[in-house]
């Protein structure tokens, strides 16, 4: 990401232009995220609703936990190669013409809100479609958009060090984006491991939840 | 050979995850009676929202 957006990180040039873009990029990525999960907390509560008023019930207790447990337990299960599940995206990347466009501040606000909605983009992690499942069988409106606005804020926090760490090591850039930090496997076996974490505990709270 | 080496790589990571899954499994438990917006249930969403948008940031 940090190498894809490099629009942010050369900025660094001139440290204001720098800060006045990244936090514009932050201001739209968290607001994008928070909508998101407003949205979804919200279809959440209408489906409740509906639900309620035709009469439906789950066909047993707790189905949410187990919703939320089967997914986690599944997607980690694909984040660790057993087999592969759907990422569904709207588009692969955000395009290189908003930059050309509209840089440096437009092009920021736009890449904030774009990667803020999460599904703009390639999402290599299961843990994302887990988040969004929470937001939704929750039903609650509030909830959900604090928790996506925390995905949001996580993406836009890190844009600060790592903006500035790209600026810091120009010189090398490859060595750098080959260190640790941005290994993509290394990664989803770390997230698929809380994903299971989550997946036992959901499922387990499921069957002692009373 | 490379599958064999993830696998071991993957192993203390799953065996982690389980136990660590049992742990978070009782106040869970315990805050299932309604939603899944009961406040242990919010605080794992949480994390686990940060910890994604983290390393989707870093590595995609």
Sequence with gaps: MIGTIGSLVQETSSRLRWLLSVCLYSVACVGAALLLGLALGLAGRAQRATAAALGLRAPFAHAEFWLVGLLALAYAASDLGAFPLPHPTLRRQVPITWWRRWRPYGAALMYGASLGLGFMTIIPFGAFYVVCAWCLVGGDPLAAAWVMGAYGAARALVMFPASWGAYRHRGHTVEWLSSPLFDLDRARRWLAAVLLAVAVAALLAGVLAR | ?60
């Design chain 2, 1 to 60: 050979m490379i599958a064999v080496n993830t696998r071991s790589r993957a192993l203390p990571l799953v065996a982690g995850a389980v136990a660590g899954g049992l742990v978070l499994a009782v106040p869970l438990a315990a805050n299932s009676r309604q939603a899944p917006t009961g406040a242990v249930w919010f605080v794992v969403a949480l994390a686990l929202a940060l910890l994604t948008g983290v390393a989707k940031t870093t590595t995609v």
